[in-house]
């Protein structure tokens, strides 16, 4: 019996990757062309940032509450920041194509 096949997975949500998608946006707007944002570069930084992150699964509404609420903490906040900052640099830096 395989639990994917049981369970409904589709529910389950990490807060985490709005909130880091969102900066990643912020962030590359001032490179102004300065940097490459093809899909694979803009994945990469996006994967590498979520890595770092401490992510928050949500599944019901109180789950969204709670993940809300910690996310809206000033140290979380700073940590996508800085993680979003460090994977556009290295990813700037080691593009995954010539």
Do not use: W
């Amino acid at each position: 019996m395989a639990l994917i096949d049981n369970y409904d997975f589709e529910l389950l949500k990490n807060e985490a990757e709005k909130l880091v998608l969102d900066e990643l946006g912020r962030q590359l707007e001032a490179f102004e062309g300065d940097i490459c944002i093809c899909n694979d570069c803009v994945v990469d930084m996006a994967t590498m940032a979520l890595n770092e992150v401490k992510p928050y699964y949500r599944f019901s509404l109180l789950g969204t509450l709670y993940a809300a609420q910690a996310m809206n903490e000033e140290a979380y906040a700073n940590s996508i920041k800085e993680a979003v900052s460090n994977a556009i640099n290295h990813v700037r830096e080691n593009p995954s194509h010539d």
